[in-house]
């Protein structure tokens, strides 16, 4: 399945309830799309169920909760690879432990 493989909010055009566009399609390819619905959630696990019901298909949560904890890592090491510190507050480690 074709999977943005970085979705996010900023990442997403609409025009009322109509999605318009996306951006931002460099990591794009052959991927899970429950991937995507966990990066387009990941902080906002608030909206977690209005995302999955527009889905419109049966969605495994704790595949959703699993991804959210590899996008955490995946950031972690993004972040100290590029001289950030993945410690500060509302970064990699911290999202990690909210989520535990």
């Given at each position: 399945?074709?999977?943005?493989?970085?979705?996010?909010?900023?990442?997403?055009?609409?025009?009322?309830?109509?999605?318009?566009?996306?951006?931002?399609?460099?990591?794009?390819?052959?991927?899970?799309?429950?991937?995507?619905?966990?990066?387009?959630?990941?902080?906002?696990?608030e909206h977690l169920?209005?995302?999955?019901?527009?889905?419109?298909?049966?969605?495994?949560?704790?595949?959703?909760?699993?991804?959210?904890?590899?996008?955490?890592l995946?950031?972690?090491?993004?972040?100290?690879?590029?001289?950030?510190?993945?410690?500060?507050?509302?970064?990699?480690?911290?999202v990690?432990?909210?989520?535990?």
């Amino acid at each position: 399945m074709f999977a943005h493989g970085d979705l996010q909010i900023t990442h997403v055009f609409a025009d009322g309830n109509e999605i318009t566009g996306l951006i931002d399609r460099f990591e794009a390819g052959q991927g899970d799309a429950l991937f995507d619905l966990a990066t387009l959630t990941l902080g906002h696990a608030e909206h977690l169920d209005d995302v999955v019901a527009g889905y419109g298909t049966d969605v495994d949560l704790d595949v959703i909760r699993a991804w959210w904890s590899v996008r955490c890592l995946l950031a972690i090491r993004w972040l100290t690879e590029h001289g950030f510190d993945p410690f500060a507050p509302g970064c990699g480690v911290d999202v990690l432990r909210s989520r535990m």
